[in-house]
């Protein structure tokens, strides 16, 4: 196999640490191809890649790592919550580290990456999620062994002050992510409000372009009542309900009556219960999916 045809094997490794870095589907696959034109440049002028996949590993993370540091500027004025863009995963992860790597690419997970430094997530990224040696981190973003260990427990400090406990189950979390889209899509308002916990968090993501929320809303009854406006709404205008798999985790993707998508929801369970919504509804975040975009998520549905 040559230089050209493994790194074009690489591609979806490369994928994987851009998107985790990034947060965004349309952001990292411009890193990965500006990783590509920059590997074969390098091959041009006559050099010799030892391992391409070294390479190609250092060029994507150190691109994510400046995109990343002019991107958290524009996130500091982003209007409402900001959430990830969507990513349409396999239905069926097969094994246990699929699912340890789908586990890493939920929007819970990606929201608090947000924590962290660029360098700081790369380092945390390279070594939890995709098991690379220190010497090999060091490398990658430029520090020293030692001072990529200083940054992983930084990493791990911040990430443990703000992570809840999710269901661990993955078919238990998937069985009741299945009853609280059926009530959704059925407009079965007892039995949504039944299904969520106490301290319930809903974040919308309209980006000021989409029908967001200007903040997280917090609380059984007050989440329910946006999932009652939400639900009474969509009904009245007959849209269109499909489940998938987004970023490893139950989602529901919701559908105009020609066709259109509106947005892209998906929960978070603990102790039997939704414990968190997160619906993105941004246009801006939902065009990458391939599906035409519905004006109903530029106005209000009320």
Same mark, same amino acid.
């Given at each position: 196999?040559?230089?050209?045809? #493994?790194?074009?094997?690489?591609?979806? =490794?490369?994928?994987? @640490?851009?998107?985790?870095? =990034?947060?965004?589907?349309?952001?990292?696959?411009?890193?990965?191809?500006?990783?590509?034109?920059?590997?074969?440049?390098? *091959?041009?002028?006559?050099?010799?890649?030892?391992?391409?996949?070294?390479? *190609?590993?250092?060029?994507?993370?150190? =691109?994510? @790592?400046?995109?990343?540091?002019?991107?958290?500027?524009?996130? %500091?004025?982003?209007?409402?919550?900001?959430?990830? #863009?969507?990513?349409?995963?396999?239905? $069926?992860?097969?094994?246990?580290? +699929?699912?340890?790597?789908?586990?890493?690419?939920?929007?819970?997970?990606?929201?608090?990456? %947000?924590?962290?430094?660029?360098?700081? !997530?790369?380092?945390?990224?390279?070594?939890?999620?995709?098991?690379? $040696?220190?010497?090999?981190?060091?490398?990658?973003?430029?520090?020293?062994?030692?001072?990529?260990?200083? *940054? +992983?427990?930084?990493?791990?400090?911040?990430?443990?002050?703000?992570?809840?406990?999710?269901?661990?189950?993955?078919?238990?979390?998937? %069985?009741?992510?299945?009853?609280?889209? #059926?009530?959704?899509?059925?407009?079965?308002? #007892?039995?949504?409000?039944? *299904?969520?916990?106490?301290?319930?968090?809903?974040?919308?993501?309209?980006?000021?372009?989409? /029908?967001?929320?200007? !903040?997280?809303?917090?609380?059984?009854? /007050?989440?329910?009542?946006?999932?009652?406006?939400?639900?009474?709404?969509?009904?009245?205008?007959?849209?269109?309900?499909?489940?998938?798999?987004?970023?490893?985790?139950?989602? +529901?993707?919701?559908?105009?009556?020609?066709?259109? +998508? @509106?947005?892209?929801?998906?929960?978070?369970?603990?102790?039997?219960?939704?414990?968190?919504?997160?619906?993105?509804?941004?246009?801006?975040?939902?065009?990458?999916?391939?599906?035409?975009?519905?004006?109903?998520?530029?106005?209000?549905?009320?």
């Amino acid at each position: 196999m040559g230089y050209a045809d #493994e790194a074009v094997d690489l591609r979806p =490794l490369l994928f994987s @640490i851009a998107y985790r870095m =990034l947060g965004s589907v349309t952001d990292a696959e411009d890193v990965v191809q500006a990783t590509y034109l920059r590997y074969f440049d390098y *091959l041009a002028r006559g050099r010799e890649a030892e391992s391409p996949r070294s390479l *190609l590993t250092t060029i994507t993370t150190r =691109l994510a @790592i400046d995109h990343l540091r002019s991107a958290r500027v524009q996130r %500091e004025s982003y209007f409402g919550p900001w959430l990830p #863009e969507p990513l349409l995963t396999s239905q $069926e992860p097969d094994g246990a580290e +699929l699912a340890v790597m789908s586990d890493s690419l939920s929007m819970a997970f990606l929201v608090l990456l %947000e924590k962290l430094s660029p360098v700081e !997530r790369a380092v945390f990224l390279l070594r939890e999620v995709f098991a690379y $040696e220190y010497d090999d981190i060091a490398r990658i973003v430029d520090k020293e062994p030692a001072n990529c260990r200083q *940054l +992983l427990n930084r990493a791990r400090r911040h990430l443990d002050a703000g992570r809840r406990r999710f269901e661990a189950d993955t078919t238990h979390r998937a %069985e009741l992510a299945d009853r609280f889209f #059926e009530a959704a899509e059925h407009g079965d308002l #007892e039995n949504l409000e039944q *299904l969520l916990a106490a301290d319930v968090a809903f974040y919308g993501d309209g980006g000021g372009t989409g /029908r967001g929320l200007a !903040r997280p809303v917090f609380g059984r009854d /007050r989440v329910h009542r946006v999932l009652a406006g939400i639900v009474t709404a969509y009904q009245r205008f007959g849209a269109r309900f499909r489940r998938s798999q987004v970023n490893g985790q139950p989602g +529901l993707m919701t559908f105009d009556p020609d066709g259109a +998508l @509106i947005n892209v929801l998906t929960v978070d369970v603990k102790d039997g219960y939704v414990c968190t919504v997160r619906s993105v509804i941004n246009p801006d975040k939902l065009q990458h999916l391939g599906y035409p975009l519905s004006p109903l998520a530029r106005r209000s549905l009320r």
